[in-house]
């Protein structure tokens, strides 16, 4: 069954405080991992698709790396409007055509000024 | 502005009640999606529609149920048979499955702002 662990649960940071969150997954044949951020109270919003080892990507203080085994997102000096928690959800590769994703429990993640 | 408008914004409901969510999106997304989301666990799939007047069970579909008769709509009822459904529920749609890229390359889930249920 496919796996996926965040961690640390929670993280308090200084604004200007760089820092790391992982997501550590565990699937039969990676097609996609998926970054979202979520506010309280609000539906997650999409951040990044990483596709094969090796990928990165940047917005913003934000950047995504992905390994054979976790992902890792790094926030940059991070300022306060940073503060939300950050989902990760993998898809494996499948013959059927329907692409279900298996999400993490997230990170949350408060900047203090 | 296209996007995904999930009603009520918080529902109270009393035991033996069944409720309804409504899910309605303008992005002519083809597939939509029901997930329940608890503190400290990972977003959870109820069901899935890939089409107009077709779903399917996802992984926690006992005690609830939906129907899809609009391309546009997608409503999820919490029945009496749900004994904890008690949670944030959030829809979501995708430009088709998940499983077929979108022609930019990347076929993502865009949630709504969900809704809070609670059983009194």
């Known amino acids: 069954e496919d796996q996926v662990t965040q961690s640390p649960e929670a993280l308090r940071l200084q604004e200007g405080e760089s820092s790391s969150l992982n997501c550590s997954y565990t699937?039969?044949?990676?097609?996609?991992l998926f970054w979202y951020r979520q506010d309280p109270g609000k539906g997650p919003e999409f951040l990044f698709t990483l596709y094969s080892a090796g990928e990165e990507k940047e917005k913003e203080r934000l950047k995504a790396t992905l390994t054979k085994k976790e992902s890792f997102l790094h926030i940059t000096a991070p300022k306060p409007e940073d503060s939300a928690t950050y989902l990760c959800?993998?898809?494996?590769?499948?013959?059927?055509?329907?692409?279900?994703?298996?999400f993490g429990a997230g990170t949350q993640v408060v900047v203090t000024p | 502005d296209g996007g995904i408008t999930q009603s009520p914004k918080y529902l109270f409901r009393k035991e033996g009640q069944n409720v309804t969510l409504s899910c309605e999106q303008n992005?002519?997304?083809?597939?939509m999606y029901w997930y329940r989301q608890d503190p400290g666990q990972g977003l959870r799939l109820i069901y899935y529609?890939?089409?107009?007047?077709?779903?399917q069970k996802g992984d926690i579909a006992e005690g609830y149920s939906v129907s899809r008769e609009k391309k546009e709509s997608f409503p999820l009822t919490v029945t009496s048979a749900q004994k904890n459904p008690t949670a944030f529920y959030l829809c979501?749609?995708?430009?088709?499955?998940?499983?077929?890229?979108?022609?930019?390359?990347?076929?993502?889930?865009?949630f709504g702002a969900g809704s809070r249920l609670t059983v009194l």
């Open positions: 979501a749609s995708s430009f088709r499955n998940l499983g077929q890229l979108h022609p930019s390359g990347a076929n993502v889930l865009t």
């Open positions: 959800a993998v898809q494996r590769m499948t013959t059927d055509s329907w692409g279900k994703l298996q």
């Open positions: 529609s890939q089409i107009v007047n077709d779903f």
């Open positions: 992005l002519n997304h083809d597939a």
């Open positions: 699937v039969s044949g990676l097609r996609g």
